[in-house]
């Protein structure tokens, strides 16, 4: 071994400086009552991409006990090979096993990115990982990028109190580190056509690694909100004007079949539940309709929500920035504007017959300036949000 690499393999200060000895994406393949989590498939999806980029491989890196035949699963959403660590200590998540074994590995691989779910298990196992190879770490990410020239990966997250969108680097050291939240990228399309290679590793952390012991496991039996398998989600905010006229919201996502989203204001203010919540502090969804009614538009906000297919926004302010990202807006009095869509709803799905009071003039495209104006926004007229 050359001098100069024995010395960095023996100086902590010194590892992740010699950038090129660092190839590869590698996936924290996080298990979720008894398969890979929904995150961890959708950021296989974002690591090919990357990889492609790079011109190198994806891994999948899962840890447990009698879950190793869970490693094929990851094959269709682009992994070329899953690293398997199968022992009785890795069977509930703890820190310390599961940063033993992934900075064992990681050390004698050396991997150029490592990404992991902004899921609980996720958050704790990458500032632990990162802290002990001494590199950075992005958390809470919004979007994933690949400088091919300096092999940078560029990950963008809101910052400053979510006022602006910060993309940030990790030029310095490697492995370049982030996390992501569920439902912030796309589910890619599984290919079950697509082969891999699986790895079994004989590495078993020391029973002395596990300071903790995970005694039960109880799932949380809170309010039954599902937003992040919604198909529709009636979100309101400060414009709705108090929580009474939340039950406007309810009723349309009622005809809908959808839920209640709400922003981090009202959450605040104490007009619904914490479990309500969208955006950067709340929940990331990705629903095929979105209605933002008396939202204006935040980035931290809009960093919940701009994933959905099609986004609805009502709003009394026609310079609203929900409006930029918005499919279609509708200009107007949300307490008029949100009974109207309703009775409307309700009457072409069959659910009731509707009635015509002058507020239903609220969606009339010919309606005079004091009602509501629908329109199509610039981003639905350029194809996107």
């Known amino acids: 071994m050359p001098e100069a690499q024995a010395a960095q393999n023996h100086d902590p200060a010194a590892q992740g400086r010699n950038l090129d000895e660092y190839r590869g994406v590698w996936v924290f393949l996080e298990v979720d009552r008894g398969a890979i989590?929904?995150?961890?498939?959708?950021?296989?999806?974002?690591a090919r991409r990357l990889a492609d980029a790079l011109g190198t491989q994806v891994s999948g890196v899962l840890l447990g006990h009698g879950?190793?035949?869970?490693?094929?699963?990851?094959?269709?959403?682009?992994?070329?090979?899953?690293?398997?660590?199968?022992?009785?200590?890795?069977?509930d998540y703890r820190t310390e096993p599961y940063m033993d074994a992934f900075v064992h590995?990681?050390?004698?691989?050396?991997?150029?990115?490592?990404?992991?779910?902004?899921?609980?298990?996720?958050?704790?196992?990458?500032?632990?990982?990162?802290t002990e190879l001494l590199t950075g770490?992005?958390?809470?990410?919004?979007e994933l990028d690949i400088d091919k020239d300096k092999r940078l990966l560029l990950a963008t997250r809101p910052a400053l109190g979510g006022n602006i969108m910060a993309t940030i680097v990790c030029d310095q050291h490697r492995p370049q580190m982030a996390t992501v939240r569920p439902r912030v990228l796309p589910m890619p399309a599984p290919d079950p056509n697509r082969r891999g290679q699986v790895v079994h590793l004989d590495y078993v952390s020391s029973p002395s690694t596990a300071i903790t012991e995970?005694?039960?496991?109880?799932?949380?039996?809170?309010?039954?909100?599902?937003?992040?398998?919604?198909?529709?989600?009636?979100?309101?905010?400060?414009?709705?004007?108090?929580?009474?006229?939340?039950?406007?919201?309810?009723e349309l996502a009622d005809v809908l079949g959808g839920e209640v989203g709400a922003s981090r204001s009202v959450?605040?203010?104490?007009?619904?539940?914490?479990?309500?919540q969208v955006g950067q502090t709340g929940l990331t969804v990705r629903p095929k309709v979105y209605f933002a009614v008396g939202i204006s538009g935040a980035i931290q906000h809009v960093a919940g929500m701009q994933g959905s297919d099609i986004i609805v926004a009502i709003n009394k302010d026609p310079q609203a920035?929900?409006?930029?990202?918005a499919t279609y807006g509708i200009v107007g009095d949300a307490l008029q504007v949100v009974p109207a869509l309703t009775r409307a709803f309700r009457a072409a799905l069959g659910k009731g017959t509707a009635e015509e009071p002058a507020a239903s003039t609220a969606v009339s495209s010919a309606a005079p300036a004091s009602a509501a104006t629908a329109q199509s926004t610039p981003a639905a007229q350029e194809g996107g949000k």
């Not at 590995?105 to 990162?130: N, Y």
Request: charge should be negative.
């Open 321 to 325: 920035p929900i409006f930029k990202i």
């Open 37 to 46: 989590a929904r995150v961890s498939l959708e950021l296989l999806g974002a």
């Open 267 to 276: 959450v605040d203010a104490g007009w619904i539940s914490a479990a309500h």
């Open 137 to 142: 770490l992005t958390a809470d990410c919004t």
């Open 67 to 91: 879950t190793g035949h869970l490693a094929d699963g990851a094959f269709a959403y682009g992994a070329d090979q899953v690293y398997v660590f199968d022992a009785p200590i890795y069977a």
């Open 214 to 250: 995970v005694l039960k496991v109880v799932r949380d039996s809170g309010e039954d909100v599902n937003l992040e398998e919604a198909p529709v989600i009636v979100a309101g905010g400060r414009g709705m004007g108090n929580a009474k006229n939340f039950e406007l919201l309810r």
């Open 105 to 130: 590995l990681a050390r004698e691989k050396k991997p150029e990115i490592i990404l992991l779910g902004a899921t609980t298990t996720g958050r704790d196992l990458a500032s632990a990982v990162a």
